[in-house]
């Protein structure tokens, strides 16, 4: 069968069902959620880095001997930050997807959102002798954070559409009635979850998030693995070769369970333990799609030397973005989108990538992932940043670079000569 044929057919299948996964006002409000919590994770993140030197205890240099006193004598003041940000970040992920969702119902957000962070805390953190515990704030949260913002959302959305709630008087002010009307949603949502969350702990001991993190530890456990992330590659890359933003959707999916593993890997840093996770965001960001998408770093870089006009020109264009991991101008400048030649390169670099980078953090050659970058930072920095400045890390991503380049070599100058030819054909 002709391999036009074949993409032909999985746009048909796959650019429908794509469009709707994407549209999804779930996905879409969880995506939005952890999108507006960024920041504190961010910040959170960089702030465990000073709490652990990335230097050893016989480290004689003046600096590190200095950072490292600091950190031993100050580390619960240190910190600090990173408590009240990524050690519960579950507590910001919850109202803020209960937000999201409600705002795409055109209900009212703020409320809904209160409701959500409400019902999160009487199921994760119940008061016991006057001390709340944040064992389920954090990372191990997160599943929980969703599946209540979800729920009590809908509940919310199911009352407001049937109008059932407190009617007071017009004559009564707006913010009241509107405060008001939560009484039943938030008296509902008490006697539904409470009898529940105390029915789990009477029965198996646990705490709901801790019966959920139970529940989905071997598709947590599975998601951590290299099969996994050369599944998610695929299918990203299948996606945004039939034009479609794959990293959107896939991302979405993967979001709880990357945050979830960062989160273990603090937590266990936090604890004197060695992290031991690796799929997590930046291990997609900084390794497996340096870049961009495709990784397609390595095809810029060969862009700048070409013959044709055309590849030059868009290499120039591309080549600052790509520091910063944007690659829309190569994608859909050269283009990659839907260009038969460059569908083995597009899908395999990311996949040698992840193999290189899974197995050198695997056998400790690469430190692992314990900070939260900001996927936009330029892959050297960002890898360094997220393994608590590992000097491996960004050889590393200089090496993957060096491996996407070789990659792509032989299809860059396929692609080249008949540019060429055309360029020759053109020009008499």
Same mark, same amino acid.
């Not at 996964?21 to 779930?26: E, M, V």
């Not at 008001?180 to 969350?197: H, K, V």
């Not at 273990?264 to 996770?277: F, K, P, T, V």
């Not at 870089?301 to 190569?330: D, Q, T, W």
């Given at each position: 069968?002709?391999?036009?044929?074949?993409?032909?057919?999985?746009?048909?299948?796959?650019?429908?069902?794509?469009?709707?996964?994407?549209?999804?006002?779930?996905?879409?409000?969880?995506?939005?959620?952890?999108?507006?919590?960024?920041?504190?994770?961010?910040?959170?993140?960089?702030?465990?880095?000073?709490?652990?030197?990335?230097?050893?205890?016989?480290?004689?240099?003046?600096?590190?001997?200095?950072?490292?006193?600091?950190?031993?004598?100050?580390?619960?003041?240190?910190?600090?930050?990173?408590?009240?940000?990524?050690?519960?970040?579950?507590?910001?992920?919850?109202?803020?997807?209960?937000?999201?969702?409600?705002?795409?119902?055109?209900?009212?957000?703020?409320?809904?959102? *209160?409701?959500? $962070?409400?019902?999160? !805390? +009487?199921?994760?953190? %119940?008061?016991?002798?006057? /001390?709340? &515990?944040? #064992?389920?704030?954090?990372?191990?949260?997160?599943?929980?954070?969703?599946?209540?913002?979800?729920?009590?959302?809908?509940?919310?959305?199911?009352?407001?559409?049937?109008?059932?709630?407190?009617?007071?008087?017009?004559?009564?002010?707006?913010?009241?009635?509107?405060?008001?009307?939560? *009484?039943?949603? $938030?008296?509902?949502? !008490? +006697?539904?979850?409470? %009898?529940?969350?105390?029915? /789990?702990? &009477?029965? #198996?001991?646990?705490?709901?998030?801790?019966?959920?993190?139970?529940?989905?530890?071997?598709?947590?456990?599975?998601?951590?693995?290299?099969?996994?992330?050369?599944?998610?590659?695929?299918?990203?890359?299948?996606?945004?070769?039939?034009?479609?933003?794959?990293?959107?959707?896939?991302?979405?999916?993967?979001?709880?369970?990357? !945050?979830?593993?960062?989160?273990?890997?603090?937590?266990?840093?936090?604890?004197?333990?060695?992290?031991?996770?690796?799929?997590?965001?930046?291990?997609?960001?900084?390794?497996?799609?340096?870049?961009?998408?495709?990784?397609?770093?390595?095809?810029?870089?060969?862009?700048?030397?070409?013959?044709?006009?055309?590849?030059?020109?868009?290499?120039?264009?591309?080549?600052?973005?790509?520091?910063?991991?944007?690659?829309?101008?190569?994608?859909?400048?050269?283009?990659?989108?839907?260009?038969?030649?460059?569908?083995?390169?597009?899908?395999?670099?990311?996949?040698?990538?992840?193999?290189?980078?899974?197995?050198?953090?695997?056998?400790?050659?690469?430190?692992?992932?314990?900070?939260?970058?900001?996927?936009?930072?330029?892959?050297?920095?960002?890898?360094?940043?997220?393994?608590?400045?590992?000097?491996?890390?960004?050889?590393?991503?200089?090496?993957?670079?060096?491996?996407?380049?070789?990659?792509?070599?032989?299809?860059?100058?396929?692609?080249?000569?008949?540019?060429?030819?055309?360029?020759?054909?053109?020009?008499?």
């Amino acid at each position: 069968m002709d391999i036009n044929r074949i993409f032909s057919a999985l746009e048909k299948v796959m650019l429908p069902l794509a469009a709707k996964i994407s549209a999804q006002r779930h996905i879409m409000a969880i995506r939005d959620g952890f999108i507006s919590v960024m920041p504190f994770m961010i910040i959170g993140s960089f702030v465990l880095i000073f709490a652990y030197p990335p230097f050893s205890e016989q480290n004689n240099f003046f600096i590190a001997r200095g950072w490292l006193y600091i950190a031993a004598e100050y580390k619960q003041q240190l910190l600090t930050p990173y408590n009240m940000t990524m050690g519960i970040m579950s507590v910001y992920i919850c109202p803020a997807i209960g937000y999201a969702l409600a705002r795409h119902y055109r209900m009212e957000a703020l409320n809904t959102a *209160l409701l959500s $962070l409400v019902a999160f !805390l +009487l199921v994760c953190s %119940p008061l016991t002798d006057g /001390v709340m &515990s944040a #064992s389920y704030l954090g990372g191990s949260g997160i599943f929980t954070a969703i599946i209540v913002a979800v729920s009590v959302t809908e509940i919310s959305y199911w009352l407001h559409k049937h109008n059932i709630g407190i009617r007071l008087p017009e004559q009564v002010p707006d913010n009241i009635r509107k405060s008001f009307n939560q *009484l039943i949603p $938030l008296s509902l949502i !008490l +006697l539904l979850l409470f %009898p529940i969350s105390l029915a /789990v702990q &009477s029965l #198996s001991g646990m705490l709901i998030p801790q019966a959920i993190m139970d529940l989905f530890s071997p598709l947590l456990s599975a998601s951590d693995s290299l099969p996994a992330v050369i599944i998610a590659v695929l299918i990203c890359h299948i996606l945004w070769f039939a034009g479609i933003h794959g990293a959107n959707i896939v991302g979405g999916f993967l979001q709880a369970f990357w !945050l979830t593993n960062l989160g273990l890997n603090q937590m266990n840093i936090a604890g004197g333990q060695a992290a031991e996770n690796i799929f997590v965001e930046p291990f997609w960001s900084f390794f497996v799609t340096l870049g961009g998408s495709g990784a397609t770093i390595g095809l810029v870089l060969l862009y700048l030397r070409s013959k044709s006009a055309h590849l030059r020109a868009i290499g120039k264009i591309s080549l600052v973005p790509s520091l910063f991991n944007i690659n829309e101008p190569v994608i859909f400048g050269s283009p990659i989108v839907m260009n038969t030649l460059f569908f083995i390169p597009f899908t395999l670099t990311p996949m040698v990538n992840a193999i290189i980078a899974w197995f050198a953090i695997k056998y400790g050659l690469v430190a692992h992932i314990i900070s939260l970058a900001p996927w936009t930072s330029p892959g050297p920095i960002g890898a360094a940043w997220a393994t608590g400045w590992d000097i491996n890390a960004a050889l590393l991503v200089v090496l993957l670079t060096l491996s996407s380049a070789l990659i792509y070599y032989p299809f860059y100058k396929l692609y080249e000569r008949s540019l060429l030819a055309a360029e020759t054909v053109s020009g008499e």
